[in-house]
């Protein structure tokens, strides 16, 4: 680890970590903050376009010299992590490369936009296979091999880090499969850390907002870089700002937190609070349709206004 160990503060020294999508964008910039805090990294990509066509075992690759390059310690894993084969290899690569696993990233996604009269069946399912079904699988068998670990008596301090989306917390017009999709990570979130508590798992999740392949053909105004010239200038949307907060989590450092979820985005981070009860009325016994329609509308204005959804007019 001789160039990481002098980058970073060794957070994560002997840890091994997995991170899925880590071909490009924001999977890349985990790995290689990981590898820079002195873990050993797995690099899940399978190499396709932004529409979740094609494949190329290239990018996991690359990340993986990148790594080596700077002192760090890699090696890749180019299967479908949306099959439970892909997804138990996965596992098995940890075990096999470096004898244990510590972290779990999720990442992995594409995207095919659609406006709901636009959307077919084929890409939401595409969409939610990748991301829902592709957190799923790796936490299961993740999960699997730290309980056993948990029965030997070898209680790891393990943890998953999942990735929500903006769109998974409000809503995003044109994104009905990817918003829906992003919601159910952030209830899959919740479920997993109350059900791996007693194994030693802590799952969090976050919803980044980052210059990737996904968001800059998309939010093209809002994501582009610094101009040429901007000598200094904060890149607010560099994936890399992410990392930091997403390593953290995923170390023995954040020992205690789980079942957050944390919007980040450049400088920021917010806890989320999600859904909490708001203003209440119980009849006690049951309304008419036109009685339910006055309490709701009573209660709605004493409630918070939600915020409006991503692309909404």
Avoid at 151 to 169: M, Q, Y
Avoid at 185 to 201: P, R
Avoid at 268 to 296: F, N, Q, Y
Wanted: proline share 4%.
């Amino acid at each position: 680890m001789k160039a990481h160990a002098a980058v970073g503060s060794g957070i994560c020294a002997g840890r091994v970590v997995v991170v899925t999508g880590a071909g490009r964008g924001l999977g890349r910039a985990h790995a290689r903050a990981y590898a820079a805090e002195g873990a050993r990294v797995v690099v899940n990509d399978l190499g396709v376009r932004l529409d979740g066509s094609g494949a190329s075992g290239g990018p996991a690759q690359d990340v993986v010299e990148e790594i080596r390059a700077a002192g760090g310690d890699a090696v890749a894993h180019r299967g479908d992590i949306a099959t439970s084969e892909g997804a138990a290899s996965l596992v098995r690569t940890a075990l096999e490369a470096y004898g244990r696993l510590d972290t779990l990233v999720n990442n992995a996604g594409f995207l095919r936009d659609r406006m709901l009269v636009n959307l077919d069946e084929e890409a939401w399912d595409a969409v939610v296979r990748v991301h829902l079904k592709g957190h799923f699988l790796p936490l299961k068998h993740a999960a699997v091999h730290w309980r056993a670990e948990a029965k030997r008596g070898r209680a790891p301090h393990a943890c998953v880090v999942n990735t929500s989306s903006g769109a998974g917390l409000l809503g995003s017009v044109g994104q009905g499969n990817y918003s829906a999709a992003k919601a159910g990570i952030l209830g899959l979130t919740l479920v997993a850390s109350a059900e791996l508590a007693a194994y030693g798992v802590r799952v969090n999740a976050v919803a980044p907002a980052a210059r990737t392949r996904m968001t800059e053909q998309a939010f093209a105004d809002t994501m582009a870089p610094p101009r040429d010239g901007d000598c200094g200038t904060f890149d607010a949307m560099a994936p890399e700002n992410v990392s930091p907060l997403v390593v953290w989590l995923g170390s023995e450092s954040s020992a205690g937190v789980t079942g957050r979820v944390f919007e980040t985005e450049g400088g920021r981070i917010t806890v989320m609070e999600g859904w909490r009860p708001g203003p209440t009325l119980d009849k006690g016994g049951r309304r008419s349709a036109a009685e339910a329609g006055a309490a709701a509308l009573e209660l709605l204005a004493g409630a918070e206004a939600p915020q409006p959804v991503y692309g909404a007019r």
